[in-house]
């Protein structure tokens, strides 16, 4: 089990609460099944763990209280086209996190801000699930589009 390979195994985003309470993110080593419950249920000790940063962990099951995924809706099921500018339900205010009487200043920072956050380039290293990265490219088009729309 600690062969300290990790060669692209498939993996899933799962938060893990352990026994002290203290909540991880990390990607988890999934079996042929492709179940979470076949990984969590089967006779090794340890779950076979990646975290965000990339680093490769394993975690005594014992020590483990609860698991949940960690799972991102496909970009598909966020309906980002009915939140395009020129329909009701678009507001370039929410988008940025700005309130509606805020300065130029105040919404350029917030763009920045939010740029910063949600540029796919700055999390490409990051072995992230398609799922993932087609979200922050989604974000990252509303973003572009609220600060068109309210930016000066």
Do not use: C, W
Not at 96 to 108: F, S
């Amino acid at each position: 089990m600690f062969n300290g390979r990790d060669d692209k195994a498939n993996r899933t985003p799962v938060f893990v609460t352990l026994a002290d309470g203290s909540v991880v993110t990390v990607a988890i080593r999934m079996p042929l099944s492709n179940r979470l419950g076949d990984a969590l249920n089967n006779s090794d000790i340890f779950l076979d763990a990646v975290s965000l940063s990339g680093q490769q962990q394993f975690i005594s099951k014992s020590m483990i209280r609860s698991v949940r995924s960690a799972s991102v809706p496909k970009t598909d099921q966020l309906d980002i086209d009915a939140a395009a500018p020129g329909t009701a339900n678009f507001d370039p205010f929410q988008v940025l996190k700005v309130a509606k009487n805020a300065t130029p200043e105040d919404i350029r920072q917030a763009y920045h801000r939010m740029v910063k956050l949600y540029h796919p380039d700055r999390i490409a290293s990051f072995d992230l699930p398609d799922e993932v990265m087609d979200y922050v490219r989604a974000m990252l088009v509303r973003i572009n589009l609220a600060f068109e729309q309210i930016g000066s």
